[in-house]
């Protein structure tokens, strides 16, 4: 009788760690977690689309990624990233929400959940989509060790192979694809040269074609690209001038790719019937922002010098997060978030992500509201839509 009792209750243990474990990774990694108490100003100002888009995949780096990277151990799973939200790090390369956040909320849906947190236990989970994106890394092999682009892109084919997703789900899906640049990085690392630049350009757009290409084989509704951001206004470049003013030769070469992009979304829709392959502009939803704070003297919304960071590493050698032996933190970190748009060298913080959204998001409603009507506007020059922005 003894031996039937202990193993009832032994049996009563496992179960109840296993609801335990089972309900902290849902409070945790949840989709529904972040937005349970995702900022009221995102939520109260937005009115959901009454949408045929339901579901959101998501392909890229560390401006969409929400938790794929090295789970517990990656720079993005160290305080302090998360600290403005939702208090602890999520493995997001910020203080707290990224783009992709606050396009899910655009979209009236919550953040596709990162394929690497689901089990494969209750599908509902992934009912918004999925994010495959992947901090660090390129449509190439880049220092991070973690899935490019075209290896992202089959993990959503095996998901699709498995019936996690079906043609009904494709037909009611947006793939949203990110390059911020980590192929050009690697380049400089490989010793590439000022000269050689732009072939390699060329090289790095030939072959994110290919990925949009494919993403559109596979049966999604709308695959839309984000423009390269202005490269010479990140920190790490800006750092030279005091964080004051932005790298224009470098801006230029920005624009190179961006408007190679543009060509190739538009070949891309010349052999469609309905134009499925889009471009928003996150070049100019950038600029905007800095330039907008830049002409607010006194009352900026963000503080002065304008593109400097909020976490400084101490050195080219470490990271934000980084500590040494001791525990002695190796950066410096500023006291309030909110009034940076830049929270590390390369990445926004929270704040400025939801201002350069917001300047992106009248671009986001005319997608779904095109979306919705069946129709399919003509888009202007990437050329004409920067022309304006001037740093």
């Known amino acids: 009788m003894d031996n039937i009792q202990n193993k009832f209750n032994f049996i009563s243990a496992v179960l109840v760690f296993f609801f335990l474990c089972l309900l902290l990774s849902e409070s945790v990694f949840a989709e529904d977690s972040t937005f349970s108490v995702i900022d009221q100003v995102v939520v109260q100002n937005h009115r959901p689309h009454a949408r045929s888009i339901s579901k959101l995949f998501v392909f890229g780096d560390s401006y969409v990624d929400t938790g794929n990277n090295k789970i517990f151990t990656g720079e993005s799973w160290k305080f302090p990233y998360g600290m403005t939200f939702p208090g602890i790090p999520t493995g997001r390369y910020s203080d707290g929400l990224v783009f992709t956040d606050f396009l899910a909320s655009f979209m009236g849906m919550k953040s596709p ?14 009912r918004n989509g999925m994010n495959f994106a992947h901090g660090g890394t390129g449509v190439f092999n880049t220092w991070i060790k973690e899935p490019n682009m075209t290896t992202q892109i089959n993990t959503f084919k095996q998901y699709i192979a498995d019936g996690v997703y079906n043609k009904c789900d494709l037909d009611k899906s947006m793939a949203i694809v990110v390059l911020s640049g980590n192929d050009y990085t690697q380049y400089v690392l490989d010793g590439g040269t000022d000269e050689g630049f732009r072939a390699f350009i060329v090289k790095v757009l030939n072959q994110l074609e290919v990925n949009l290409r494919e993403i559109g084989k596979i049966g999604v509704k709308k695959v839309v690209m984000l423009t390269l951001q ?95 032996g001791n525990g002695v933190k190796q950066y410096t970190l500023c006291e309030n978030p909110t009034d940076n748009i830049f929270w590390d060298p390369v990445h926004p913080t929270q704040a400025g992500w939801r201002a350069i959204s917001s300047a992106l998001k009248p671009s986001i409603d005319k997608l779904m509201l095109s979306d919705q009507l069946n129709i399919h506007p003509q888009r202007p020059s990437f050329s004409a839509s920067v022309a304006t922005f001037k740093i």
């Open 113 to 126: 959940m990162p394929y690497k947190q689901w089990t494969g236990l209750f599908k509902w989970r992934v």
């Open 230 to 324: 202005p490269l010479g206004c990140l920190p790490n470049k800006a750092i030279s001038v005091s964080y004051e003013k932005c790298d224009e030769p470098l801006n230029n070469e920005t624009i190179f790719h961006n408007t190679l992009l543009q060509q190739i979304v538009q070949k891309l829709n010349s052999k469609t019937t309905d134009s499925p392959f889009h471009v928003l502009d996150l070049y100019s939803a950038f600029l905007s922002v800095i330039n907008k704070s830049a002409g607010e003297r006194g009352s900026a919304k963000f503080g002065n010098p304008l593109l400097k960071p909020c976490c400084i590493p101490a050195s080219a050698e470490v990271l934000c997060g980084s500590v040494d």
